[in-house]
């Protein structure tokens, strides 16, 4: 799977993608992420990005032509590649945009902006699509484009050793995930569960369920509320409440 990151600031992003899963799932060849500088595409000798807004006010606007410039020349199929703007103005990013990425067949290329604001003409005219992590302000759209890099590459074959574990990740599943734990068995006077200690398979994925609905509906009611139960699930969930 293809990626492209278009920003002024190649070296924040390189430095992320040079380590751990990611850095393992580029040389495995399972996907591939180019790095773009912006100001590789301006025609002043000053190389620049931005610009005052038109109307006055706070703050630098990007200007528009860099983007224009380097999507018409690197990605001119428009049936080849999507074009993801991070903006606050987009779509909440979450598991299941991220299980839908995973399985696009085209480049997905992240337009990072930067200052106050980006010319809205990139927005309507040439972004595929509107992408928030969040509601909160950000610097600049570097942190969102990795955030969603390691989210949909988690979910591509071959990436995690183990498919199991994004397929128990929290929201996987649309429950918080269960509480983990490792040696050693006592720390500091606090025990691992003994459940875990038992080897009954059976009771610890029981557990591991019920902690599971446990921590959403004390911690992410909404997202509790629209989880589908099953029968073992609906047992639980009442054996939770008696005991709350």
């Not at 999507?71 to 990013?93: D, N």
């Not at 005219?125 to 969102?144: F, R, W």
């Not at 591991?208 to 989880?227: D, F, I, Y």
Request: hydrophobic letters at 35%; glycine letters at 8%; one cysteine or more.
């Amino acid at each position: 799977m293809k990626f492209s990151i278009v920003t002024i600031f190649p070296e924040m992003v390189q430095a992320y993608l040079g380590a751990s899963i990611i850095k393992r799932a580029i040389q495995k060849g399972i996907i591939s992420v180019a790095v773009h500088n912006l100001r590789d595409y301006t025609t002043d000798k000053h190389k620049t990005v931005d610009d005052y807004p038109y109307g006055g006010g706070a703050g630098m606007v990007m200007k528009p032509e860099p983007f224009f410039t380097i999507v018409e020349e690197r990605w001119p199929s428009k049936e080849e590649r999507k074009i993801i703007l991070l903006s606050p103005k987009g779509r909440l990013f979450g598991q299941e945009r991220a299980l839908e990425m995973s399985r696009e067949q085209v480049e997905i290329v992240f337009l990072c902006g930067r200052y106050e604001a980006i010319d809205e003409r990139v927005s309507e005219h040439l972004a595929d699509e509107e992408i928030s992590i969040g509601d909160y302000v950000l610097t600049g759209g570097e942190l969102p484009s990795l955030v969603i890099i390691d989210a949909v590459a988690r979910l591509i074959p071959g990436v995690l050793g183990d498919s199991r574990s994004s397929e128990e990740d929290s929201f996987s599943c649309g429950l918080l995930d269960y509480p983990h734990y490792t040696r050693p068995e006592n720390f500091r006077g606090i025990g691992v569960p003994d459940v875990l200690l038992s080897g009954n398979h059976r009771e610890i994925e029981r557990w591991r369920k019920k902690q599971s609905l446990k921590l959403t509906m004390e911690r992410r009611p909404a997202l509790a509320e629209r989880h589908v139960p099953t029968p073992e699930d609906e047992d639980i969930i009442k054996e939770i409440k008696e005991e709350l």
